[in-house]
């Protein structure tokens, strides 16, 4: 019996592609927690100037340039490390640029400061690397050695010798981009019409801190928006439209937004006064979709990039809030770490090791006074002003 489309009956895959356009192919792990996605195409508004004889509008041709742009919203979920990476990491690869660097854990021999760690054996890390102990996500601020690091703030257990710190996946940034592929499943799957974004860019990420559910945001352009209706043996790379993969099994499991640390400052101190914050990078990505000989973009080209974090504190009677202030007003950069969930497994931590605080506005609404700063921005030398990891 025919019947509408549940707008509840949605699944989203996303892959990173090999080639820009490439379809990829997306197994079960693939699969994201959907909050929204939107996708629209719409044809380049064109005006003909032949003269008709007529008043009456006489068409345009059925191949007119389109644009193809798209915004999906995601929750933090669980991930099983290291197993695999997060179902999230084509998207934060493809925002970022760089390929995932993952780390295994490794056994503590010792911990002569609080952030100093002394590894057993190797550690193979890099700064900006992200590790983990007790429910914490840290990152590596400096390399000593090939057993010692220093981390950018203190677990608030520091770990003992013969202890095992967690399996991380970290992303770094890279002048290149890459695409992903997004998969836009509905039931019933035989009758419902089934789409893909492929090239799809990630110009904007967000991450929403301190909301109901911790939240990321991507949003860009896609090369094109290939249904099953009007699906054409080529498109995308494609001979046929692909089934969706089984997710059965799927882990509905999502981290609560009010759980997490910030850490921030040249200490650093970890601020408990924070009552929202969002986290932007904006790639300033051109897909390059008006030269001539093609219907589609041709590939992602990136401009200059800008990590922003927007953020609202209540000033608090203490030396942290006066430092943050001082920082502000001098221009001086500092360290910024945020940590979203708290438990091993559903850690999310991203880091900025210069960040310049704007003077900030004085919100006096409420009881207490609270600080709102505006898109204080990241800086560094080249390609180190933001990190981000799962652990």
Aim: charged fraction near 15%; include cysteine.
């Amino acid at each position: 019996m025919s019947c509408y489309i549940s707008s509840n009956n949605n699944r989203v895959y996303v892959a990173l592609e090999t080639n820009y356009g490439e379809v990829a192919a997306v197994t079960e792990g693939n699969r994201i927690p959907l909050v929204k996605l939107e996708a629209r195409q719409v044809g380049e508004v064109t005006r003909r100037r032949d003269k008709t004889g007529s008043r009456t509008f006489v068409g345009l041709p059925n191949r007119i340039r389109t644009n193809t742009t798209f915004q999906l919203n995601t929750f933090l979920t669980q991930w099983s490390a290291p197993a695999s990476q997060p179902s999230h990491g084509p998207l934060f690869q493809a925002a970022l640029g760089g390929s995932p660097v993952i780390w295994s854990g490794g056994t503590v021999a010792s911990v002569p400061t609080p952030t100093q760690i002394v590894f057993g054996t190797p550690h193979g890390l890099s700064v900006g690397q992200g590790v983990t102990f007790g429910g914490e996500m840290r990152f590596v601020a400096g390399v000593v050695d090939g057993s010692t690091v220093f981390v950018n703030a203190p677990f608030a257990t520091p770990p003992v010798a013969g202890e095992q710190m967690g399996a991380t996946v970290t992303y770094p940034l890279a002048t290149d981009l890459g695409s992903a592929s997004i998969y836009d499943a509905w039931d019933p799957a035989g009758t419902a019409v089934q789409r893909i974004l492929n090239g799809a860019a990630m110009d904007v990420m967000k991450v929403k801190v301190n909301g109901d559910f911790h939240e990321f945001t991507f949003s860009g352009g896609a090369r094109d928006l290939i249904d099953s209706a009007s699906f054409e043996s080529g498109q995308g790379g494609l001979t046929a439209f692909p089934a969706e993969p089984s997710s059965v099994g799927f882990d509905y499991t999502v981290v609560p937004g009010h759980i997490g640390q910030v850490w921030m400052g040249a200490g650093p101190t970890e601020m408990h006064s924070l009552t929202s914050a969002e986290l932007t990078l904006d790639n300033k990505i051109d897909l390059r979709t008006r030269e001539f000989g093609s219907d589609f973009a041709r590939c992602i080209a990136a401009g200059q990039r800008s990590v922003g974090l927007t953020f609202r504190i209540f000033e608090e009677e203490d030396g942290a809030s006066a430092e943050l202030y001082q920082a502000a007003r001098q221009r001086s950069p500092m360290a910024v770490m945020l940590q979203l969930g708290e438990q091993a497994g559903q850690l999310f931590g991203a880091y900025m090791p210069a960040m310049v605080p704007e003077v900030p506005q004085f919100d006096d609404k409420q009881t207490r006074l609270e600080w709102a700063f505006e898109n204080s921005r990241a800086q560094g030398a080249v390609d180190d002003e933001l990190y981000v990891a799962f652990g």
